[in-house]
């Protein structure tokens, strides 16, 4: 009896990265955001991209997992294809400037990595940036909601690059992971309670009294309840 064999080439198969959507359309819903020097919103962008090239199942074609076949290969036109569609997305989703940088690159993934080093040439770099500008950061008059929104997006990216040690003792009672955790959310309060517009100043001293100090989503709690009754009465 002949095996079945049901199994699809893979440019017909949904859940293959190889898959060539017969329904693609140049002007899919992308991300809203367009990536740009002005805006300074890599992160941001970068993780929605994924996010779509993930609905695509095509994350493979930027992160190096898909690897270009040989042109000999059954593989090659579907790959062809499929990258070209990635680039054109990516090239779709990123300002004007920036497209010199990447269009002319032969496939997604040398694209994707050129606009990487565009934002990130190093990781050091990034974490000196990053710093800077979390310690230049102020409320300015703007809702205590919105600062907060500044200051926990800019905390996160940090987290992506400048990662907390993980322990290596199993079953941990070094506690290395624990401490490092507690010294970055210490550093993220007083980095937010700092930056508080001097009206909250009052909220400022009562959270640097407290032992524990809070964490910054705890601090931002407090503070944006002062600002509510301040509102309320005046
Ligand atoms: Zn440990």
């Given at each position: 009896?002949?095996?079945?064999?049901?199994?699809?080439?893979?440019?017909?198969?949904?859940?293959?990265?190889?898959?060539?959507?017969?329904?693609?359309?140049?002007?899919?819903?992308?991300?809203?955001?367009?990536?740009?020097?002005?805006?300074?919103?890599?992160?941001?962008?970068?993780?929605?991209?994924?996010?779509?090239?993930?609905?695509?199942?095509?994350?493979?074609?930027?992160?190096g997992?898909v690897e270009i076949p040989?042109?000999?290969?059954?593989?090659?036109?579907?790959?062809?294809?499929?990258?070209?569609?990635?680039?054109?997305?990516?090239?779709?989703?990123?300002?004007?400037?920036?497209?010199?940088?990447?269009?002319?690159?032969?496939?997604?993934?040398?694209?994707?990595?050129?606009?990487?080093?565009?934002?990130?040439?190093?990781?050091?770099?990034?974490?000196?940036?990053?710093?800077?500008?979390?310690?230049?950061?102020?409320?300015?008059?703007?809702?205590?909601?919105?600062?907060?929104?500044?200051?926990?997006?800019?905390?996160?990216?940090?987290?992506?690059?400048?990662?907390?040690?993980?322990?290596?003792?199993?079953?941990?009672?070094?506690?290395?992971?624990?401490?490092?955790?507690?010294?970055?959310?210490?550093?993220?309060?007083?980095?937010?309670?700092?930056?508080?517009?001097?009206?909250?100043?009052?909220?400022?001293?009562?959270?640097?009294?407290?032992?524990?100090?809070?964490?910054?989503?705890?601090?931002?709690?407090?503070?944006?309840?002062?600002?509510?009754?301040?509102?309320?009465?005046?």
């Open positions: 009896m002949a095996e079945s064999t049901t199994s699809l080439s893979p440019e017909f198969d949904p859940r293959s990265p190889y898959y060539v959507d017969p329904d693609f359309e140049p002007n899919e819903n992308f991300p809203k955001v367009i990536l740009s020097q002005a805006d300074d919103n890599y992160f941001t962008w970068k993780n929605l991209f994924l996010q779509f090239l993930r609905r695509k199942n095509k994350t493979g074609f930027v992160d997992t040989e042109p000999s290969s059954p593989l090659y036109q579907p790959w062809e294809v499929c990258n070209a569609r990635v680039m054109s997305w990516m090239m779709s989703s990123v300002s004007e400037d920036l497209l010199a940088h990447a269009a002319f690159a032969d496939t997604a993934r040398k694209a994707w990595e050129d606009l990487r080093k565009i934002f990130v040439p190093s990781v050091d770099f990034k974490i000196n940036q990053l710093r800077r500008r979390i310690l230049a950061m102020r409320q300015d008059g703007d809702e205590v909601a919105r600062y907060f929104g500044r200051m926990k997006s800019a905390w996160m990216e940090l987290r992506e690059y400048d990662r907390l040690p993980e322990c290596s003792c199993g079953g941990c009672r070094c506690e290395v992971k624990k401490r490092a955790e507690e010294g970055r959310e210490k550093e993220e309060c007083y980095a937010f309670v700092m930056g508080l517009d001097e009206d909250l100043g009052y909220v400022r001293t009562q959270i640097m009294m407290m032992d524990p100090l809070p964490s910054l989503d705890e601090a931002y709690a407090l503070v944006n309840n002062e600002e509510n009754l301040k509102n309320m009465f005046g």
